[in-house]
């Protein structure tokens, strides 16, 4: 399909009547019940999906051919027009900005969803995913995910129950075995992502701590083992048999109630379909058997399959809608969503493409759907499709013809969707054809001056109804419970139980004996516990310095750093990584509060303690470890009013559990910016809109060390490559169930290093115990001797310095040729920081290393880190530096247009507008518009050498300190450097 190439919007001239087009489809945008008098509005609506064509030329017919001396035929459905997707994507920019001027910074209007299908066709779609879902199933998801950050502030969180349930179904694994343990494996693979989970509240704690470990840990699986077991059963039972998806087995012609039957069918039809389709792009997988032709019947089927699958997701994706669009009549939201949902197509080719197929979809689901919140735009740039009806005649009467200012066309538009929205039967798809004259005037002067497009603002009335049925409640029990004599009660005047102090709401104690939550430096919260906790307590005292010279009074914002900043009370690991970070982004906001800039907003900074291994960070979803009541990330949701807080950095760990806090806090529109993150998950499948990173996923991280092992002169002068190959054999050390990370890096170095070199995989990590590590550090030792390679270490950085331990004990490393090298991606940030420690207690080691950073040492950053914290800064560092003062740059030119800017208009801006060639001490950066990570991000492998100096020994990608981005490194420039595809 060719690229359709934006046209400018200063240039852009309209069709004549556009504007009163437009104005009748904001009508119906700001309320889809337009027109129907509030005492007969129909249960059911349906609003028309609207396609924009271009009115046959004069003396042809609709289908182009000449038609001379006579008038051409008027079918009412025009044709296509390659400049008609300028105009969708000009309405677009109506639902996220208020003014001629702005670029995208609002919050939305509407929940909408664009379907961009270069950006759709050029994403990478994640380690197994294309096999997984194919472009039909990640466009519906990407439209779920747009509409669910596009949520109006106050109008609540978009809850797609039937679509995630089918989702999750379409990406489930097949499972060896009978129909019995597929079934059982879907239904706890919908339980794990969606179902609430058992846990005991914070309080509970202090009983544990009375009973002691042992007979606590029985009780407790005593009490919630039959609690959770019950509550599992009951939940698949509703799954299965509930009334809700009952609608799938019906689409499907599986007989019965069980939805878990259906799904199977479900999930057996994509599979089909994506294997048809490998088989149709790469051929057959035996090189003798004959090739299938594309329009064969086995294509057919294929094509089938893939279109009961694209109905059944946007079915279940339509009754979410629905019932999102109509709270209970209790909901104080209730008034606010009276918008539909709009989904905007602006290419609407021909019958392969993306959004032809989607509204085919739409056009056969809408038929037999009666109530269908979503309003769909599109530009036909194609042939237009045979169940597209032409608008109704001129003088055919309509219910609701609009004003009669309003031009023809867009007097029929406004009959078709007045019948739509007052219940009558309407066709699904509507052609409107827009004329070849010009107006006056381009789009910046007509459209975007009259915008009717208003987001109603909350009001105090929206409560009466909540407020006074929870009165009402309230009251029938008081008076209830008012004659009930207790036993035992206090007498009159007895002093009341002492408020909750702060500690017990925002700081926790857990179970761990750490204290997890949020705070500002000047409360009563300290979240220092474990190792390092001396280090972390200066922090948050010059946390709350910095943080009192915020004037409160005026505007401004505050930011949350969210990580790991405590260790369990028995744990030995430790996380000076997020320190590092923080150190850096407190030096960031005290600069930056500095500053005399004519338009600046000030930064207040929060930090936020998610516990070791990011446990306490999330709850529920993709964290299955916390069974407390504690949910950090909840804690910084509930903030966002108080504290006004506009994103959130940090992070710094690839975990299902920070995944989940992404999660939770993108459905509440507020943008994450991670640091130090890399793995690939992270980035891909589950990972939010509202989701970015400073540093480089996996894949480029594993290219560039499978580069270096296979070409390093340093590296090969410590190792001897074996017969047969070119590159020398890596031992990699590896955690198997870290699947985020170390799983992650592992597969994709294997797949980089290609047969160059032997791999020889050693399981370490996390979760193992102290007597395991002596017979792990042997077997390393054993194969490093018999191979004469290298360690590939693609474990954690908290459990390098057991290992290391024993390599340097153990013999067969120590005789090895004076030296052995390993390689790490994420090294132990206390030799990155104090690299004499390796001469001194790893002498038989040479430690390479990966890291996204170089900040020059004599530079301004460097001299005043040094000064403020007397610690060298690092790559981690300048990480956290660099993140708050790209918030503090995108929030300034947010402000300029928007002053009283939410969190929402943040994720706005880095998706529409995105962050350019931003030079921080990390490297230059660009982001955004589609990409979630820095392209071609700096990367650097350095040494610490015999003498306990760091030298580095290869830098790729765009660093600050070049005009263009690295491409080659070593001795020479003699290595071409990977880039990102």
Wanted: net charge neutral; proline share 7%.
């Amino acid at each position: 399909m060719p690229q359709h190439h934006r046209t400018n919007e200063n240039d852009l001239v309209l069709p004549s009547g556009f504007d009163d087009i437009v104005r009748v489809i904001d009508r119906y945008v700001v309320d889809r019940r337009t027109g129907v008098p509030h005492g007969r509005q129909h249960p059911r609506h349906r609003l028309p999906a609207l396609l924009l064509t271009r009115e046959p030329a004069p003396g042809t017919t609709a289908d182009g051919a000449t038609a001379p001396g006579a008038p051409p035929a008027d079918t009412g459905q025009g044709e296509p027009d390659p400049a008609l997707p300028d105009l969708v994507h000009l309405y677009h920019h109506r639902l996220v900005r208020l003014d001629t001027g702005g670029t995208g910074h609002l919050a939305s209007l509407a929940p909408h969803a664009l379907v961009d299908e270069e950006l759709l066709a050029c994403e990478h779609p994640g380690e197994g995913a294309e096999e997984r879902d194919g472009p039909h199933v990640r466009l519906l998801d990407r439209v779920a995910r747009q509409l669910r950050v596009t949520m109006p502030d106050g109008s609540g969180t978009l809850r797609l129950p039937e679509f995630d349930a089918c989702l999750s179904v379409l990406r489930a694994a097949v499972v060896d075995g009978d129909v019995r343990d597929e079934r059982r494996a879907l239904r706890d693979r919908i339980y794990d992502k969606y179902a609430w989970k058992f846990g005991f509240a914070a309080e509970v704690g202090a009983l544990g701590e009375e009973l002691g470990a042992r007979h606590w840990s029985a009780v407790t699986k005593l009490v919630t083992t039959p609690l959770a077991w019950l509550w599992r059963w009951s939940y698949g039972v509703r799954i299965d048999r509930g009334a809700r998806l009952r609608w799938v087995g019906g689409m499907l012609d599986e007989p019965g109630r069980s939805f878990l039957n259906a799904a199977l069918s479900l999930r057996d039809a994509h599979l089909r379909s994506r294997a048809q389709d490998r088989a149709d792009r790469e051929g057959p997988a035996d090189a003798g058997a004959p090739v299938v032709p594309a329009g064969s019947a086995a294509s057919a089927v294929s094509a089938r399959d893939e279109a009961v699958v694209r109905q059944v997701l946007l079915t279940a994706l339509i009754h979410d809608l629905a019932r999102a669009a109509r709270p209970p009549v209790w909901s104080a939201r209730r008034p606010r969503r009276r918008w539909p949902f709009v989904l905007l197509l602006p290419t609407v080719g021909g019958d392969g493409s993306p959004s032809r197929k989607l509204l085919n979809s739409f056009s056969a689901v809408a038929e037999e759907t009666g109530n269908c919140p979503l309003l769909v735009l599109g530009a036909a740039t194609a042939d237009i499709p045979p169940y597209a009806v032409g608008l109704p005649r001129p003088g055919v009467p309509s219910q609701n013809p609009g004003p009669s200012t309003y031009g023809a066309t867009a007097r029929a538009v406004a009959s078709v969707l007045a019948a739509g929205a007052s219940g009558q039967q309407v066709e699904a798809v509507r052609a409107v054809p827009l004329s070849r004259v010009p107006d006056n005037g381009t789009s910046a002067e007509r459209p975007a001056a009259q915008r009717t497009v208003r987001s109603r603002e909350r009001r105090a009335s929206d409560w009466l109804r909540p407020v006074v049925a929870a009165a009402a409640v309230l009251a029938v029990v008081a008076a209830g419970l008012f004659q009930v004599p207790w036993p035992g009660a206090a007498p009159t005047g007895t002093e009341a139980a002492p408020a909750p102090r702060a500690t017990d709401t925002w700081c926790p104690k857990v179970g761990t004996g750490e204290r997890v939550g949020i705070t500002d430096g000047s409360d009563d919260c300290e979240l220092a516990h474990g190792l390092y906790a001396d280090e972390l307590r200066s922090l948050e005292a010059r946390l709350g310095r910095q943080n009192a010279e915020v004037d409160r009074s005026r505007p401004y914002r505050t930011l949350v750093f969210f990580a790991p900043l405590s260790v369990g009370s028995t744990s030995r690991r430790a996380v000076p990584t997020g320190l590092q970070m923080l150190r850096g982004a407190l030096l960031a906001q005290h600069q930056a509060n500095k500053l005399l800039l004519k338009s600046q907003m000030p930064i207040r900074l929060l930090v936020a303690n998610a516990g070791e291994y990011f446990t306490f960070g999330s709850r529920g979803g993709l964290n299955t470890k916390n069974h407390s009541g504690v949910d950090v990330a909840r804690m910084i949701i509930d903030r966002i009013q108080r504290d006004r807080i506009a994103g959130v950095i940090g992070l710094t760990q690839s975990r299902p559990e920070s995944l989940q806090a992404a999660i939770e806090l993108d459905a509440q529109g507020v943008t994450v910016l991670g640091t130090g993150v890399s793995g690939q998950p992270m980035v891909e499948g589950d990972s939010p809109v509202s989701y970015f990173q400073l540093s480089a996923p996996d894949e480029r991280v594993a290219r560039v060390m499978a580069s270096f092992a296979r070409r390093s002169p340093r590296l090969a002068a410590l190792t001897k490559i074996p017969q047969g190959h070119t590159a020398p054999a890596a031992v990699l050390v590896f955690d198997p169930h870290d699947h985020y990370f170390s799983v992650d890096l592992k597969k994709r170095f294997i797949r980089n290093y290609g047969s160059a070199g032997p791999v020889y995989p050693v399981p370490y990590g996390e979760s193992s115990k102290d007597a395991q590590t002596p017979s792990v550090a042997a077997g390393i030792c054993a194969l490093v001797r018999r191979t004469d390679g290298f360690v590939l270490y693609a474990g954690r950085s908290s459990v390098m310095y057991d290992l290391f331990y024993y390599l340097q004990k153990d013999k067969e490393c120590r005789t090895h040729r004076g030296r052995i090298a390993v390689l790490a991606e994420s090294a132990a940030p206390s030799l990155v920081l104090h690299p004499e420690l390796m001469a001194q207690q790893y002498g038989s080691l040479s430690l390479f290393y990966n890291q996204f950073s170089l900040p020059d040492d004599k530079g301004a950053f460097a001299t005043d880190f040094r000064k403020e914290y007397a610690v060298p800064s690092d790559s981690d560092a300048a990480a956290g530096y660099d993140a708050l003062n790209v918030f503090f740059t995108v929030m300034n030119d947010i402000a300029v247009t928007d002053p009283k800017f939410t969190p929402s208009a943040v994720v706005t801006y880095l998706q529409s507008t995105g962050v350019t060639n931003f030079v921080g001490e990390s490297g230059i950066m660009t982001f955004g518009k589609g990409h979630k990570y820095p392209v071609n991000k700096e990367i650097d492998i350095r040494e610490i050498t015999a003498d306990g100096k760091k030298v580095t020994d290869l830098t790729c990608g765009a660093v600050a300190a070049e005009e263009k981005p690295v491409t080659r490194w070593g001795p020479s420039g003699d290595f071409l450097c990977p880039d990102d595809d």
